[in-house]
Structure formats: structure tokens, C-alpha cells
């Protein structure tokens, strides 16, 4: 099975995108499944995981009624407000919900830089622990080393994170973002998404501005926890989804099976 492991949907009339304004343009509009469902056919992709774009319960919630509606969409990755009191408690609710395998605070966003190793975000981790859910982890490259020590604190907690943490490709920012890859690569619950690079470089990018990052990530996460995600429709400001993966179907070669899907299904438990 062929998995996209990072699209997203979005219905502007709902009005809890913040980050959604006019002047994005493309991405401006509602995209829903009639959107997608040709690309994937396209490229040969099977299912999907269809992950939240907007710090709300409203929006999993809406999310996971997609998902009963559409079988392709193999699992949601949705949102719940780990600072509140009853976070534990809607972590619950929302993991009786077949689809619902993980969980993804809007981390890129937050301003304080060292808000995952808050005893609020503890007890909430506690919770997906126990309810078998992956931790989506949207972070800058600022955030790594954080996330490290996030991880020690929580070593039965499978962690994917996203866009190979968002590397300035544009500014060609390299060393310090590759040595803490490096790093959290060593923790075997880690899974490192191979999406959105494109959408950190420079509007004339080229395949050899993005070749020492997707390099690294093949390097440190090799075949078996690298896994291939489109960031449709966000990466389409920078990359056609076929484009992207074309791209990354050439660096995978013999190991495809396994960032193309088999990775997706151990890191997220789907069923």
C-alpha cells in the first residue's frame, strides 16, 4: 500500500484557520476530497493521513467525519488543547475513534520555546501513551534539542516529525539543523516525515538546493523510519504533488515500499 502521510483539508466558511488569509492566494479556497482524489490516482497512492491545519476541536472533529466518509483516508492526525484540564479526558473521547491515530499541538506557533516540557503537556503525553497514538511534532529547527530532551522524558512515545523540521533551505542553513537530526535520530520511537522541504527553500529552488537536506534525512532515519508525505495542498505555493513525488520516489529507489508506506503503517498503527 502506497501512503500520503500529510495532507490536509480545509472549509474557509468554518473560520478557525488563522494562519488561512487572503494573502495566500491558491491556497485561499476550500479543498476537499474531490481535490485530491485525482492526484492520488495519479501517482498511485492508496490511502492517506489527513492531519489538522487549525488548533481547535471543531476541526478533528471534522476531520474524522471526512474520514468515515472517505476510505482512502486511512487515519487522522488531529488537535487537542494539551494545556487544558481536560485534555487527558478529550484524548479519551477522541481515541475511541478508529481513524484517530495521533495528535499534533501546533508547536511552530507557540511562543514559548521550551513549552513541551511543561508538567501540563506531561500529563497530556501520559495519556496518548496509554491510548497508543503518535505524537506529530511540528517544529522549527529551533525547537530540536527541546525536543530531545522531550523525548528522554517520554521514551515510550512514538514521535514523527514533520517537514524534516522545517531546515532555512533558503538562507542554505545546514550544520547545526543536520548535527540535531543526527541526534534525534538515535531514539528509535522517532520517525521523521520527507515532506514541505520544498516550501522552506527559495521561490527558483532547484532539486540540488533540496539534495544535501533529503540526503541527510535518508542518512540518519535510513529506510526504516523515513516516511514520504505530499503537504498537499500547502506545497503545492511551491511543488506539484506528482513533482514531489517523482522526487522522492528517485532518492527512495529500492527502499520505496518502505517510505512510501510500510513506515507510515508501523508509526501510526494503521489498521
Not at 221 to 233: C, E, N, Q, V, Y
Amino acid at each position: 500500500m502506497k501512503i500520503d502521510a500529510h495532507q490536509h483539508f480545509w472549509k474557509l466558511s468554518r473560520g478557525d484557520y488563522g494562519w488561512l488569509t487572503p494573502d495566500l492566494r491558491a491556497l485561499y479556497r476550500d479543498y476537499g476530497p474531490s481535490d485530491l482524489i485525482p492526484l492520488l490516482k495519479q501517482c498511485g497512492v492508496d490511502g492517506t493521513l489527513l492531519v489538522q491545519a487549525a488548533p481547535t476541536i471543531a476541526e478533528t472533529e471534522y476531520l474524522l467525519s471526512i474520514a468515515d466518509q472517505h476510505p482512502f483516508v486511512l487515519g487522522v492526525v488531529g488537535w487537542v488543547d494539551f494545556d487544558h484540564s481536560d485534555a487527558t479526558q478529550q484524548i479519551a473521547k477522541f481515541a475511541q475513534h478508529p481513524k484517530l491515530c495521533g495528535l499534533r499541538p501546533m508547536i511552530q506557533d507557540i511562543p514559548d520555546n521550551q513549552w513541551m516540557l511543561r508538567p501540563s503537556v506531561g500529563a497530556a503525553v501520559d495519556a496518548m501513551i496509554a491510548h497508543d497514538l503518535t505524537f506529530d511534532a511540528l517544529v522549527l529547527p529551533q525547537h530540536l534539542k527541546v525536543l530531545n530532551t522531550f523525548i528522554q522524558r517520554h521514551p515510550n512515545l512514538r514521535v514523527v516529525i514533520d517537514h524534516g523540521a522545517k531546515p532555512d533551505i533558503r538562507n542554505a542553513q545546514f550544520d547545526e539543523w543536520a548535527a540535531d537530526i543526527a541526534g534525534l535520530a538515535r531514539n528509535e520511537q522517532v520517525f521523521c516525515k520527507l515532506s514541505g522541504l520544498a516550501t522552506e527553500a527559495r521561490s527558483d529552488w532547484t532539486p540540488a538546493d533540496l539534495a544535501p537536506y533529503i540526503a541527510h534525512l535518508i542518512d540518519s532515519f535510513d529506510a526504516t523510519r523515513l516516511i514520504w508525505g505530499s503537504d498537499w495542498p500547502v506545497a503545492t505555493s511551491a511543488v506539484g504533488y506528482s513533482a514531489w513525488h517523482d522526487m522522492v520516489q528517485d532518492y527512495a529507489g529500492e527502499n520505496a515500499h518502505s517510505i512510501f508506506g510500510a513506515n507510515a503503517q508501523r508509526a501510526y498503527r494503521l489498521r
